[in-house]
């Protein structure tokens, strides 16, 4: 009963910037760490970068440097501000939450997905 919605996604020249958010609910009771992966066409899907609990972050060598995740426990939301877009970072982007649920159940879910373009 856990979901997980993506906004923010669109069409972007390259050298532009976007930022995807990503709000969890439902019977949600403790996140652990929220991350970001993406899928481009012909390829299979990568972490792009992830945020525990705690604050402590990682990048994909791709995203470092240019992208910055950052999460609010408060509204259990997790944020990916891309800037310098490149034509190769244009992917399928899904959120990502490992949890515990009310009853204490551990599982990891996945957002529906934001579509991000980037054009020349």
């Known amino acids: 009963q856990v979901q997980l919605v993506e906004s923010g996604g669109g069409l972007v020249q390259a050298g532009g910037s976007l930022r995807l958010s990503c709000a969890a609910s439902?019977?949600?009771?403790?996140?652990?760490?929220m991350g970001w992966y993406r899928q481009a066409p012909g390829k299979q899907r990568e972490l792009v970068a992830v945020i525990t609990s705690g604050g402590t972050t990682a990048y994909a060598a791709s995203a470092k440097g240019r992208f910055t995740i950052s999460r609010d426990n408060a509204e259990n939301t997790v944020s990916l501000q891309m800037n310098s877009l490149k034509l190769e970072d244009t992917a399928v982007y899904y959120c990502?939450?490992?949890?515990?649920?009310?009853?204490?159940?551990?599982?990891?879910?996945w957002g529906q997905g934001t579509q991000v373009t980037v054009s020349s």
């Open positions: 990502n939450a490992d949890l515990w649920d009310y009853s204490r159940s551990h599982g990891t879910y």
């Open positions: 439902g019977s949600i009771f403790s996140i652990n760490h």
